[in-house]
C-alpha cells in the first residue's frame, strides 16, 4: 500500500515541523490515520518520514485496530483523523484500545468549534469535548505556544494510565501559514488518477490465486479450532476475533502468542495487519468470522494492498452471527475469497475440513503472504467456554513475549 499523499499535502510549516519533533522526542515510530485538510502538514511530515512507518486506513475504527497491532508490536504510534471519525470509534477506543490500555496519540481535526461554521460538523463538535471528558481521557488544544509541553503532558498521561490522549487541532490553530499556488498540483493529481480499469483482468488474475483443498468433511466450530491449533506453534502472533470463537481459544489454548479481541468487532485481521507490518520477523495469524469481516470489509482492501508475507487471515464462515443467536449473515454473497484474490492476497485456500486447514496453516506459514484461508464451517456449537475478561494483562503478556 503506497504511503505517499499528493503535493497538496505541502511541507514547510514551521509548528507542524515542531510538533513532528515533539512527537518524534516522545517515541512515535508509527503513524495511521484518514486525511483530513487540515493536518496536511501533519501526514506530510508523518508519511515522509524515514524513521515512521506509515500504515493508512480505510476508515477510523479501522485505524484505531491497526495502532493497537502496532503497539502490541512494540511501536509507539499516532493516528491523525478529523473529530467525527474519532467519535465513529468511540467503540473501538474504549472497548479494544483502552481495555488493553494499548495507547496511541490521537491527533484530531476540532471541526464544529466555536467559530467553525460548517454545518454538518456543529452538533458533533458540541460534544467533541464532553465525549473525552465521559471517557476520562487527556486532551488538549494544540496551539503555537505549547506544543513541547501539551505533547509531553499527552505521553506521560499515556505512561500512567494506558489510555490514549488527544490533540485537537483547530482551523488555523497556528498563525504561521505556508501560501502555495496549488491549483497546477491539482490538475496533476486529475491526470494520475485517469487510469484504465480491466475488472475482467483482475477477476481472471485472482482466480489463479484460489487453491481449492475442500474435501467435503466439513467441521463444527470447535474441531475447527482444534485442527488450527495442532499446527499453530508458539512462535506465530495469533489475534482471534470477538466472541464465542476467542472464548473457546482462550480456555482451551491460552498461551502468551495470543491476542483476544473481546472489543474491537471488525478489527481484529488490521490488529494482526499493524502487528505484521511492524514485525516482519514474526509468522502473523488472525482468526476471523464472518460476520466480523463484513463488519469492516474494506479490511481485505488494507490487508491485501499492505502486501506483508508473513500475514494469514484465516475466516471462519458459519454463514452467522454465530456468538449471537444464530442470525444469518451475508457473507455467502459476498464472495469473499474473490475479493481478498483480486486485493492481492497471494493465495486464498478454500478449506472445509482438518487436513485442508492444517495443509493450509503449514503453507502459509512460509511467508508467502499475505495469504486468505477461507474455512467453511457447520453452525452451532457449545457457547459457554469462559470468557478472557482481563485484556490488559493478555495484552501486556502478549507484548512482552514478543519483546523478548
Known sequence: MSSEFNSLSISGHDPSDEVHKSLKKNGVNFATGLPCGILRYFMHNLTNDSEILHMPGLNEPETIGIATGAWLAGKTPAIYMQNSGMLK?????????????APSIILATYRGCSGDNATQHQITGSITKPTLDALGL???ELSDDNISGTIDDCFNFMDESGFPAVLLVKRGWSNTEVLKDVSL???????????????????????????????GNILDRDRSLDSMFEVIGRDSAVFSSTGIMSRYIFENFDSPNQFYNCGGFGQTSVIGSGFAASRKDVNTIAIDGDSSLLTNFGALVTNGNLGTSNFTHIVVDNAAYGSCSEEKSLSLSANIPLVAAIQDYKNVFLVDSAVGIQKSIELSSNFNGPNLIYLNIKLGGPRNPKRPLDMDITARRFKEYFSQ
Not at 89 to 101: E, H, P, Y
Request: charged fraction near 30%; proline fraction near 4%; aromatic fraction near 8%.
Open 89 to 101: 470509534s468511540v467503540n473501538d477506543i474504549a472497548g479494544l484500545m483502552m481495555a488493553s490500555k
Open 138 to 140: 487527556e486532551y488538549h
Open 185 to 215: 498540483y491539482a490538475e496533476e493529481l486529475r491526470d494520475e488518477l485517469n487510469y484504465p480499469v480491466d475488472p475482467t483482468l483482475a477477476v481472471d488474475n485472482a482466480l489463479s490465486k484460489i487453491i481449492d483443498y475442500r474435501d
